[in-house]
């Protein structure tokens, strides 16, 4: 059993929070544009796809919730065993799922928008890939958990977690994508552009790589999987680092709300796996 497992369960803790917290914060706001598009528009048309956004971080927070219970339990003073938890685990991923399953009518908004403004097919790419890349995978592992199926449960474990991470890539790169496509490719290798972007998409691109080595050594041997899962999260808090950093800089953060930036805490959690002693 490896040592220093106090630090990661800890950190882990912590990621989960971190994202808890950037989802109340959305949740806040949707709640408010929702009872103001009711109260001063008379109902949601034409915004209802900001409505179906509440729904869907108002189902995150469940499910994030479940996970920090269940986390407790497992963790906590008086520590149950993982079946005792297994369906909250398995809601709490559901729920992740269904939670980017609401990111349909914002796609097929900005398609609408699309036939006018050709750019805007990036942004329905995002929304598009990120549906594609996570919410299979999360809905067939929480199945397995759900029903206790262990067979494949490491493989499906190790595709969630590539699809997480190319996922959070797909929303950083093809924004950086659209910018160049804006202003020229040029734009992003010079001046305080380029200090934001190589630096940023080379870190976040080493996480997908590693995430992916880790995912197909998780489907054979877990233990030494473990190491690049920790390689891939310092990788993906790096990335947000850097990506914070150039955006405060540039005077940006409004900006940067709009990416993943919760998993900066991702940092922390990888530097804690890679000290794991066997």
């Known amino acids: 059993m490896p040592t220093n497992l106090k630090s990661v369960k800890i950190w882990i803790f912590v990621v989960l929070c971190s994202v808890f917290a950037y989802n109340l914060y959305y949740l806040i ?3 408010q544009f929702t009872w103001w598009t009711y109260t001063v528009l008379g109902g949601p048309a034409p915004y209802y796809y900001r409505t179906i956004s509440s729904i869907g971080h108002t189902l995150r927070f469940i499910g994030l919730f479940l996970a920090l219970q269940a986390a407790y339990q497992v963790w906590g003073p ?18 992740e799922a269904a939670y980017y399953i609401t990111f349909t009518p914002g796609l097929l908004n900005i398609m609408d928008f699309g036939r006018f403004l050709p750019g805007m097919n990036f942004f329905a790419s995002i929304y598009f890939l990120q549906i594609l890349l996570i919410t299979p995978f999360l809905i067939i592992l929480s199945l397995k958990i759900k029903n206790e199926t262990k067979t494949g449960l490491q493989k499906w474990a190790g595709l969630a977690c590539v699809g997480y991470i ?55 041997n877990g233990n030494i999987a473990i190491r690049w899962f920790g390689l891939s999260a310092v990788m993906l ?16 953060l409004d900006f940067a709300i709009l990416t993943e930036v919760w998993a900066v805490s991702f940092l922390g959690l990888g530097l804690s796996i890679m000290r794991l002693k066997d």
Do not use: C
């Not at 910018?179 to 996480?207: C, D, H, N, R, W």
């Open 166 to 220: 190319a996922a959070i890539w797909v929303n950083i790169a093809f924004r950086w994508f659209f910018m160049s496509f804006q202003e020229g490719i040029q734009f992003l290798l010079t001046g305080i552009t380029a200090v934001g972007f190589l630096p940023s998409i080379f870190t976040l691109s080493l996480s997908l790589v590693f995430v992916i080595v880790g995912a197909i050594k998780l489907s054979k």
């Open 78 to 95: 008086k520590a149950k065993p993982f079946s005792a938890v297994k369906n909250k685990v398995s809601a709490a991923l559901f729920l």
């Open 29 to 31: 706001h949707g709640l």
């Open 237 to 252: 808090g790096t990335h947000f680092v850097i990506y914070l950093i150039y955006n405060a800089i540039g005077g940006m």
